[in-house]
Every structure is written in structure tokens, then in C-alpha cells.
């Protein structure tokens, strides 16, 4: 599992690295929906395909996890800052999808993607010099926060700083180090960071304090990190959330775009919702989708957590829609 988020309880994200999520159940198992999750109605049945596409939440189910330096407050200065800032400006959605797609589909390197990347986007241009010296830039072990590393790698560079990245894992062994000023700056997610701080200060059943609205989500981040001596540049468009996705064939069959169209036009026996076992109960996966859109699928399908369990489901047509995260490469393919 990737260490940015989980189907938190009340938000997105706490371990993984930062997932209160754990385990991914065994491939094939099949989940039991809740009594008031049960389905009437004919429903959607799947069709496989090999491009799939992520419906739009369009009532906002999923919190705000938008790409955002984190910075130790020491290390912090204006031209630091406005670099990292160039990243998060050149960065949306769908770029980062094709970001991941370089090096998880072709096979390109985190650092050659990233290096492309800018030139193309122009992520350099106008960057201001700052004083210069040693800048360690944490990455978590998977591959987006790898690329996202490199790219403020080369923003800070830019602004004449000696800059490297050092992998260092999950976000329980990074962000003490960000502290403490032993690394410098984290590709960090708004929500989940949020939460993170949240509930390493105020306990595991803290109230959450993350949003589906961008602007709470990265002040009550930002008030966290007051507390601790870090600091935050300005959140990117890109966001690598949880979110539901289905084949394009399936979309074309059904005609379904939005979350709100796949409960109106899918609920019912034929519907099978695959993801990780815990989905069923989980305010962020099954249960946010009865409370907030009154979906209710037929069957579900305990599988893994946005892997290829999931994805596999929905392309050889034994689900009908799945949980992926939305900024995963294999949305680019197909």
C-alpha cells in the first residue's frame, strides 16, 4: 500500500505511512454489505475494457488531498518557497497521471521523468536565487512522491541550492526528520498530512480536521504545522485521492460520467463495487458512497487497495466499479 493515505474514518488519510487502512484481504474474497447498504433494483452489470476513467465526485465525497511542500520552518526562506511553489503551479491532475505513467508504465526513471517534465513545463523559468547551501528533500517509498522529490530537486537547484533527494520510506520515519530539520523539505498531501499532525498531536479518534474544501483543508494544515516547526508552500492542482473508477466502455454502455449518475442509473443486484476489505465500512469507500450519493451496489468484492487486484476486476469485467486512486498511471493507458 502507497504511504500517502487510507479510507479514513472521517478523512482522507493516517498511516500507511499513513493509513488507518491496513491489509488488503485475500485476492478473490468476497465482502457481505451492510443491512442498510443492501441493493433492490436491476443495477449495472460490468463490462470490461482496457482504458479505465475515474467518475467525477461531483458531490464531494473525498477530502482535499492536494500535492503541497512541506518545509521545516528553519530551513524556510521567500525563494525557497516560490521555488517549490513553481512545481505546484506547473502540476494538475492529469499531468501527474502521466508523471506516474512514465515510470510505472514505460519505465522511464523518477528522475528522467522529472527532469522532462520541467523542461516542457517550464518550471524553471523566472526562479529567483536564494542563499544557497545543503537542501535534503525527503521521499516516501513509492513512485509519485520519488518524482515529485526530483522535480523540487531541480526547482531548488534552480534557485542555487546544493539539492538531493534521500528516500527514507514512510511518513512515521519522515516527518519526525522534517521536524527536526535532519531533512528539509517532503512532497507532502494536503488532507493526509492535515490528519497526520492531527492525530499524532490529539490521538488516533481526534476529530478530523481536513475537507472537501481546499482552503479549510490546507489552514487547518497549516495551524498543525505551526505547532511543530513546519510550513507549507501552495498546494498544486494535482490531487492523488481516493476515487471510484469503471472501464470507458462501461461509462459509454451505462452512460455514466458522475458519481451522483452511477447511483441513479446503477444501483441494484448487478452492481459489484470491488476495493480493500475494510471499504464496506469505511466513511471514505462503500459507506461515504450510501450516505452521501445513496449508491448501493449489489455485491462486493474484497480485493486490494487501488492495486491490480482492482484494476484487473474492472478490465476483465468481474466489477463494475472500483476504488483506484486518482492519480494512478494505469488511468492513462488504454
Known sequence: MRARRSLVVGAVGALAAAGLLTGCGDAGSSGTDAPEQAASGAGCAPVAGDRLVVLDDDKKLQNTDNVIPAINADAA????IAALDKVSAALDTPKLV??????????KTAQKAAEEFAAANGVTAGIAKGPGGQIVIGAANFTENQILAELYKIALTAAGYDAKVQQIGNRELYEPALEKGEIQVVP????TMAEFLNTKENGKDAAPVSSPELEKTV?????AGDKVGLVFGTPAAAQDQNAFAVTQAFADKYGVRTLSELADKCSGQA??????PECPQRPK?????????????????????????????LKTGAASVGLVFSSDGALAVG
Not at 77 to 80: A, F, G, H, Y
Request: charged share 15%.
Open 188 to 191: 507532502e498531501y494536503a488532507a
Open 219 to 223: 489552514a487547518a494544515l497549516k495551524t
Open 271 to 276: 452492481t459489484v463495487l470491488a476495493g480493500p
Open 77 to 80: 526562506n521567500p525563494q525557497l
Open 285 to 313: 469507500c462503500q459507506a461515504g458512497l450510501v450516505q452521501v450519493y445513496d449508491f448501493k451496489a449489489g455485491s462486493f468484492s474484497s480485493l486490494d487497495q487501488g492495486g491490480p487486484q482492482t484494476k484487473n476486476a
Open 98 to 107: 502521466q508523471l506516474n505513467k512514465a515510470v510505472d508504465v514505460d519505465r
